[in-house]
């Protein structure tokens, strides 16, 4: 089993930054890919970030160049770096885990990003 536990949200105008972040229970780095979600009221979830185990990384097209996903190994952390934030990024961000060898997977509570002036 793997616990995920978000941090960070909160109200920002557009044009600012937050840093999310995203404690895991044990080191599952080596063994899980991470990745970042988010759900808009009334949308459905969709995918904005993956960090995978080499340290490879990719991007929703609509956040690349603005947000940077990374991780603190020691800590057992995986970060968001969200910067520019624009109103549509508005949502509840929630963190993901799959196993690469046992294919299970674990989420997150989730986190309230909230852009707007």
């Known amino acids: 089993q793997v616990q995920l536990v978000e941090s960070g949200g909160g109200l920002v105008q557009p044009g600012g930054s937050l840093t999310l972040s995203c404690a895991a229970s044990?080191?599952?780095?080596?063994?899980?890919?991470m990745a970042w979600y988010r759900q808009a009221p009334g949308k459905q979830r969709e995918w904005v970030a993956t960090?995978?185990?080499?340290?490879?990384?990719s991007y929703k097209a609509s956040v690349q160049g603005r947000f940077t996903v990374s991780r603190d190994n020691a800590e057992n952390t995986m970060y968001l770096q969200m910067n520019s934030l624009k109103s549509e990024d508005t949502g509840v961000y929630l963190c993901?885990?799959?196993?690469?060898?046992?294919?299970?997977?674990?989420w997150g509570q989730g986190t309230q990003v909230t852009v707007s002036s």
């Open positions: 993901n885990a799959h196993g690469v060898y046992t294919n299970d997977q674990y």
């Open positions: 960090l995978r185990r080499n340290g490879d990384t």
């Open positions: 044990r080191n599952i780095f080596s063994t899980y890919t």
